[in-house]
Protein backbone atom coordinates (compact mmCIF):
# COMPACT_ATOMS: atom_id res chain seq x y z
CA UNK A 1 0.00 0.00 0.00
CA UNK A 2 0.70 3.79 -0.89
CA UNK A 3 2.02 5.41 1.81
CA UNK A 4 1.64 9.21 2.35
CA UNK A 5 2.24 11.06 -0.35
CA UNK A 6 2.99 14.83 -0.49
CA UNK A 7 3.60 17.29 -3.19
CA UNK A 8 5.59 19.00 -4.55
CA UNK A 9 8.85 18.19 -2.97
CA UNK A 10 10.51 21.05 -3.05
CA UNK A 11 9.18 24.98 -3.70
CA UNK A 12 11.24 28.02 -4.42
CA UNK A 13 8.76 31.33 -3.56
CA UNK A 14 9.63 35.22 -2.85
CA UNK A 15 7.69 37.41 -0.10
CA UNK A 16 4.61 37.87 -0.22
CA UNK A 17 3.37 35.10 -2.75
CA UNK A 18 1.36 32.41 -1.84
CA UNK A 19 1.51 28.62 -1.73
CA UNK A 20 -0.30 25.74 -1.94
CA UNK A 21 1.01 22.26 -0.79
CA UNK A 22 -0.86 18.75 -1.31
CA UNK A 23 -0.92 15.50 0.78
CA UNK A 24 -2.68 12.32 0.01
CA UNK A 25 -2.80 9.93 3.28
CA UNK A 26 -2.63 6.47 3.42
CA UNK A 27 -5.82 4.70 2.28
CA UNK A 28 -8.09 4.44 4.64
CA UNK A 29 -6.89 7.20 7.13
CA UNK A 30 -9.94 10.08 7.59
CA UNK A 31 -7.86 12.45 9.49
CA UNK A 32 -4.45 14.51 8.33
CA UNK A 33 -2.42 17.01 10.45
CA UNK A 34 -0.41 19.35 9.52
CA UNK A 35 3.12 20.02 10.80
CA UNK A 36 6.55 22.71 10.08
CA UNK A 37 9.71 21.74 11.10
CA UNK A 38 12.79 24.19 11.08
CA UNK A 39 15.93 22.74 10.83
CA UNK A 40 17.39 21.39 14.00
CA UNK A 41 14.10 21.62 15.43
CA UNK A 42 11.20 19.04 16.35
CA UNK A 43 7.82 19.24 14.11
CA UNK A 44 5.76 22.21 15.00
CA UNK A 45 1.64 21.45 15.05
CA UNK A 46 0.04 23.58 12.40
CA UNK A 47 -3.73 21.61 11.81
CA UNK A 48 -5.87 18.85 12.20
CA UNK A 49 -8.68 17.57 10.23
CA UNK A 50 -11.28 14.93 10.64
CA UNK A 51 -14.15 13.96 8.03
CA UNK A 52 -13.53 17.53 6.58
CA UNK A 53 -13.42 19.69 9.43
CA UNK A 54 -10.62 21.17 11.84
CA UNK A 55 -10.19 19.32 14.77
CA UNK A 56 -7.03 21.12 16.13
CA UNK A 57 -4.73 24.50 15.34
CA UNK A 58 -1.29 25.30 16.62
CA UNK A 59 0.01 28.42 17.11
CA UNK A 60 0.18 29.78 13.74
CA UNK A 61 -1.45 32.99 12.47
CA UNK A 62 -4.42 33.61 10.11
CA UNK A 63 -2.02 33.24 7.07
CA UNK A 64 -1.87 29.25 7.28
CA UNK A 65 -4.83 27.86 6.16
CA UNK A 66 -6.12 23.80 5.38
CA UNK A 67 -8.80 22.28 4.17
CA UNK A 68 -9.64 18.41 3.86
CA UNK A 69 -11.50 16.68 0.69
CA UNK A 70 -14.27 14.33 0.45
CA UNK A 71 -11.33 11.75 -0.61
CA UNK A 72 -9.77 13.16 2.46
CA UNK A 73 -6.80 14.42 0.94
CA UNK A 74 -5.64 18.11 1.92
CA UNK A 75 -3.96 21.34 1.13
CA UNK A 76 -2.23 23.48 3.16
CA UNK A 77 -2.40 27.36 2.28
CA UNK A 78 -0.14 30.02 2.93
CA UNK A 79 -0.24 33.29 2.36
CA UNK A 80 1.67 36.33 2.02
CA UNK A 81 5.28 34.14 2.98
CA UNK A 82 7.86 35.35 4.93
CA UNK A 83 11.51 34.39 5.05
CA UNK A 84 10.49 32.69 8.38
CA UNK A 85 8.39 30.30 6.60
CA UNK A 86 11.00 28.38 5.20
CA UNK A 87 10.81 24.79 6.45
CA UNK A 88 9.84 21.60 5.99
CA UNK A 89 6.43 21.15 5.71
CA UNK A 90 4.97 17.32 7.12
CA UNK A 91 1.90 15.85 6.18
CA UNK A 92 0.58 12.86 8.53
CA UNK A 93 -2.23 10.87 8.33
CA UNK A 94 -3.86 8.48 10.50
CA UNK A 95 -7.26 6.49 10.93
CA UNK A 96 -8.79 9.06 13.56
CA UNK A 97 -8.05 12.60 15.33
CA UNK A 98 -7.06 12.35 18.57
CA UNK A 99 -4.11 9.97 20.12
CA UNK A 100 -3.50 7.99 17.14
CA UNK A 101 -0.47 6.42 15.30
CA UNK A 102 0.12 9.11 12.95
CA UNK A 103 1.87 8.00 9.52
CA UNK A 104 4.25 10.65 8.03
CA UNK A 105 5.33 11.89 4.57
CA UNK A 106 8.33 12.85 3.21
CA UNK A 107 7.40 16.69 3.43
CA UNK A 108 7.98 19.57 1.05
CA UNK A 109 10.76 21.53 1.14
CA UNK A 110 9.63 25.13 1.02
CA UNK A 111 12.25 28.14 0.95
CA UNK A 112 11.31 31.96 1.09
CA UNK A 113 13.83 34.24 -0.85
CA UNK B 1 0.93 25.81 28.04
CA UNK B 2 1.50 21.92 26.99
CA UNK B 3 5.32 21.20 26.34
CA UNK B 4 7.52 18.40 25.93
CA UNK B 5 11.14 18.31 26.82
CA UNK B 6 13.78 16.22 25.82
CA UNK B 7 17.52 15.96 26.51
CA UNK B 8 19.67 17.44 24.21
CA UNK B 9 22.08 15.88 21.88
CA UNK B 10 23.95 14.95 19.97
CA UNK B 11 24.51 11.45 22.07
CA UNK B 12 27.29 9.18 21.27
CA UNK B 13 27.62 5.73 21.88
CA UNK B 14 29.81 2.76 21.24
CA UNK B 15 27.98 -0.46 20.15
CA UNK B 16 26.18 -2.42 22.57
CA UNK B 17 26.36 0.48 25.30
CA UNK B 18 23.15 1.31 27.34
CA UNK B 19 20.65 4.16 25.95
CA UNK B 20 18.58 6.42 28.11
CA UNK B 21 17.23 9.83 26.49
CA UNK B 22 14.94 11.61 28.83
CA UNK B 23 11.64 13.23 27.70
CA UNK B 24 9.48 15.05 30.36
CA UNK B 25 5.91 16.47 29.69
CA UNK B 26 3.62 19.11 31.00
CA UNK B 27 -0.23 18.62 30.12
CA UNK B 28 -3.20 19.54 31.23
CA UNK B 29 -5.00 16.56 30.90
CA UNK B 30 -4.12 12.41 30.18
CA UNK B 31 -2.11 12.77 26.99
CA UNK B 32 -1.23 10.04 24.67
CA UNK B 33 2.85 9.83 24.82
CA UNK B 34 5.01 8.90 21.37
CA UNK B 35 8.85 8.35 20.44
CA UNK B 36 9.18 8.67 16.92
CA UNK B 37 12.93 8.12 15.03
CA UNK B 38 14.05 9.77 11.93
CA UNK B 39 16.60 7.51 10.28
CA UNK B 40 19.42 9.20 8.27
CA UNK B 41 17.25 10.09 4.42
CA UNK B 42 14.35 8.73 5.48
CA UNK B 43 10.76 10.18 7.17
CA UNK B 44 9.69 10.03 10.36
CA UNK B 45 8.20 6.78 12.09
CA UNK B 46 6.91 5.79 14.99
CA UNK B 47 9.49 3.90 17.47
CA UNK B 48 6.68 3.27 19.86
CA UNK B 49 3.79 4.77 22.35
CA UNK B 50 1.83 4.46 25.69
CA UNK B 51 -1.75 5.74 26.15
CA UNK B 52 -2.39 5.64 30.42
CA UNK B 53 -0.28 5.63 32.89
CA UNK B 54 2.12 2.93 33.65
CA UNK B 55 1.67 1.86 30.40
CA UNK B 56 4.96 0.36 28.04
CA UNK B 57 5.74 0.60 24.65
CA UNK B 58 8.42 -1.16 23.06
CA UNK B 59 9.49 -2.27 20.01
CA UNK B 60 12.89 -3.16 18.23
CA UNK B 61 14.70 -3.39 22.07
CA UNK B 62 13.47 -0.06 22.82
CA UNK B 63 11.38 0.92 25.94
CA UNK B 64 9.49 3.62 27.63
CA UNK B 65 7.35 3.87 30.50
CA UNK B 66 4.44 6.33 30.98
CA UNK B 67 5.06 7.74 34.23
CA UNK B 68 2.32 10.47 35.32
CA UNK B 69 3.86 11.44 38.92
CA UNK B 70 7.23 12.39 37.09
CA UNK B 71 5.22 13.28 34.13
CA UNK B 72 7.89 11.76 32.40
CA UNK B 73 8.61 9.12 29.11
CA UNK B 74 12.31 8.30 29.02
CA UNK B 75 13.54 6.04 26.25
CA UNK B 76 15.63 3.11 27.12
CA UNK B 77 17.49 0.15 25.22
CA UNK B 78 20.14 -1.96 26.78
CA UNK B 79 22.38 -2.25 23.80
CA UNK B 80 22.64 -0.12 20.83
CA UNK B 81 23.83 -1.05 17.61
CA UNK B 82 25.69 1.18 14.71
CA UNK B 83 22.07 1.17 12.58
CA UNK B 84 20.22 2.69 15.90
CA UNK B 85 21.75 5.92 14.71
CA UNK B 86 18.84 8.44 14.06
CA UNK B 87 16.84 11.67 15.47
CA UNK B 88 14.52 10.62 18.30
CA UNK B 89 11.50 12.71 19.21
CA UNK B 90 9.71 12.36 22.34
CA UNK B 91 5.89 13.44 21.42
CA UNK B 92 2.37 14.10 23.45
CA UNK B 93 -1.05 14.16 21.83
CA UNK B 94 -4.20 15.53 23.55
CA UNK B 95 -7.90 17.13 23.52
CA UNK B 96 -7.03 20.39 24.78
CA UNK B 97 -9.78 23.18 23.62
CA UNK B 98 -8.87 20.33 19.82
CA UNK B 99 -6.36 17.90 18.92
CA UNK B 100 -3.01 18.60 19.51
CA UNK B 101 0.60 17.09 19.08
CA UNK B 102 3.25 18.37 20.66
CA UNK B 103 6.76 17.16 19.92
CA UNK B 104 10.34 17.52 21.63
CA UNK B 105 13.21 19.07 19.68
CA UNK B 106 14.72 16.11 19.01
CA UNK B 107 18.07 14.15 20.01
CA UNK B 108 20.80 13.31 17.91
CA UNK B 109 21.92 9.16 18.14
CA UNK B 110 25.76 8.54 16.89
CA UNK B 111 26.30 4.77 17.68
CA UNK B 112 30.04 4.01 17.21
CA UNK B 113 31.22 0.84 15.94
Redesign the interface.
Known amino acids: DAGVTQSPTHLIKTRGQQVTLRCSPISGHKSV ?1 W ?1 QQVL ?6 IF ?1 Y ?1 EKE ?5 NFPDRFSARQFPNYSSELNVNALLLGDSALY ?1 C ?1 SSLA ?11 TRLLVL | GNS ?1 TQMEGPVTLSEEAFLTINCTYTATGY ?2 L ?1 W ?1 VQYPGE ?4 LL ?1 A ?1 KADDKGSNKGFEATYRKETTSFHLEKGSVQVSDSAVY ?1 C ?1 L ?3 SG ?9 TRLFVKA
Open positions: SYGQGPQFQYERGRGLAAGGETQYFGPG | VPSFYGLQLKTFASEFGFKTIFGAG
